[in-house]
């Protein structure tokens, strides 16, 4: 079963927009990491925000914040006020605790196109 | 933030050859580096995972005789690819956390061609 499910492969949003990138996960263990990380064309995994399963607050970093509701097992991203150079792929990923070693998986990702 | 350097980013080999790749964290111990491979136009597949100083464990389907992967140190971990095939071909990249574990930083990728 998938864990990870990115539903939107391609995202059109105009700058100085927002745009959200969905995810969906699936695990039962009760303690998880979730990420974004973005990918652009140089293929550098930058990593952009985290957010916890205990965290009660959603996660922001700057003009990031993620849209965590856990019952409905989402951690959308937002971006706010798009910049041409966030043209990119985004990947939501989740780390078990209980896999040992922290292992992240992905899912198949969003390419995001911010134009003029 | 944390920088993980990764060499070479390009490599051009012919096939039978065997590949090296070096992560390295700059400004961190990396108690734990991940390989990871991807496709054009897909997400990234894990390869396996090295605790510094122990084997690697690698995910199902991988062969560890193929992808030897050594973690001598807290600093660097590498990926050679043995043997190399055309199929071989792909993005290659590492990752690498700390004792804390709390985010897997990435290098900048490795881009092998096998001819």
């Known amino acids: 079963a998938q864990k990870i499910t990115q539903t939107q492969p391609g995202m059109f949003v105009q700058e100085k927009e927002a745009v959200t990138l969905d995810c969906t996960y699936d695990?039962?263990?009760?303690?998880?990491?979730l990420f974004w990380y973005k990918q652009p064309s140089s293929g550098e995994m930058i990593f952009l925000i985290y957010?916890?399963?205990?965290?009660?607050q959603n996660a922001t970093e700057g003009r990031y914040s993620l849209n965590f509701q856990k019952a409905r097992k989402s951690a959308n991203l937002v971006i706010s006020a798009s910049q041409l150079g966030d043209s990119a792929m985004y990947f939501c990923a989740m780390r078990e605790v209980n896999t040992g070693f922290q292992k992240l998986v992905f899912g198949t990702g969003t390419r995001l196109l911010v134009s003029p | 933030g944390a920088v993980v350097s990764q060499h070479p980013s390009w490599v051009i080999c012919k096939s039978g050859t065997s590949v090296k790749i070096e992560c390295r964290s700059l400004?961190?111990?990396?108690?734990?580096m991940f390989w990871y491979r991807q496709f054009p136009k897909q997400s990234l597949m894990l390869m396996a995972t090295s605790n510094e100083g122990s084997k690697a464990t690698y995910e199902q389907g991988v062969e560890k005789d193929k992808f030897l992967i050594n973690h001598a140190s807290l600093t660097l971990s590498t990926l050679t690819v043995t043997s190399a095939h055309p199929e071989d071909s792909s993005f290659y990249i590492c990752s690498a956390t700390d004792r804390e574990q709390e985010t897997q930083y990435f290098g900048p990728g490795t881009r092998l061609l096998v001819l």
């Open positions: 957010q916890g399963s205990y965290d009660q």
């Open positions: 400004d961190f111990q990396a108690t734990t």
């Open positions: 695990t039962s263990d009760p303690s998880y990491g």
